[in-house]
């Protein structure tokens, strides 16, 4: 969606937890470009997602 109000404009993994912002700070309706490119960099810093795009269930093994 456009950075409007309840847009979620930025989203950090940290300590095991998600975070997230909205634009006004009201209760998030979407999210917009800029959280989204935070939420794939974060899927990327946390393991959850790999170099070709596949979302890992966290229940592979690991070699």
Known sequence: ???AAGAVDHVKY??????Y???GN???FGLCGS???DLVAGLLDAGML???????S???KQS
């Open 1 to 3: 969606m456009r950075g």
């Open 14 to 19: 940290e300590d095991g937890k998600w975070n």
């Open 21 to 23: 912002t909205t634009v």
């Open 26 to 28: 009201k209760p998030a």
């Open 35 to 37: 959280g989204l490119i």
């Open 50 to 56: 790999d170099e070709n795009g596949v979302l890992r």
């Open 58 to 60: 966290g229940q592979e």
